[in-house]
């Protein structure tokens, strides 16, 4: 059974969205869209302390991830919905005060977030408008984007089209596939990594419902 064993207060509006926690169990970071911050949460034991520290990374950020390593961290943004091209952020978390060390445009809504079992790459699924009704001027196609952390910034490497209202994904434990979920068409894609490009298997796991959240348990 699950029980309550602390609680913390982080603001009637902040809007707590996904919370991640570092390889090594003594941090933690907590994205707050309705606030546009996020919150360091350390961990000492079955202790948790909200740090006097906040990140503001960009509008709205939403998915979160934290490499392996526990080097680095990276965040979608997904701002305000209106049609612009949002961001993903690189954190440091090399030293006791984190920080944004980079930021790109990724396009419309960068949904999920995710770092690959290796932490060399970075995964990001863009609703690029494509949950948006067809008369949209802001209607697309959407699109997953790979890239990969190179001296501290954000590199693209390469992308595939398809899909409406891509939500989470998740990569193979052994890296070389990535589950990509996609909720309007209702179904599971299955990417293929090869390096540092990303294709299309056409590949798909039909679902009775529309995915939303998805992570290998290993």
Sequence with gaps: KLSEKQKII???????????????????????????QISILDING????????????????????????????VVGNLGGGQGDADTISLIDLSSD???????????????????SPNGKLIGVTVINGGNKPRSSPYYGEAVYKLFEVHDGKLEYLSEVKGGHWLQGQAFTPDGRNVLVQDAQNQEIR????????VSDTGERLKMKAAPAAIRYWN
């Design 190 to 197: 299955l990417y293929k990594i090869d390096g540092k490009k």
């Design 10 to 36: 982080i603001g009637d509006k902040s809007g707590p969205s996904q919370i991640v926690i570092a390889p090594d169990g003594r941090r933690a970071l907590l994205t707050r869209d309705g606030d546009n």
């Design 46 to 73: 079955s202790n948790i302390t909200l740090n006097s520290k906040t990140i503001f990374a960009g509008l709205k950020p939403y998915s979160i991830d934290i490499d392996s390593s526990g080097k680095y961290a």
């Design 97 to 115: 005060s984190p920080r944004v060390i980079d930021t790109v445009t990724v396009g419309q809504t960068p949904e999920g977030v995710s770092f």
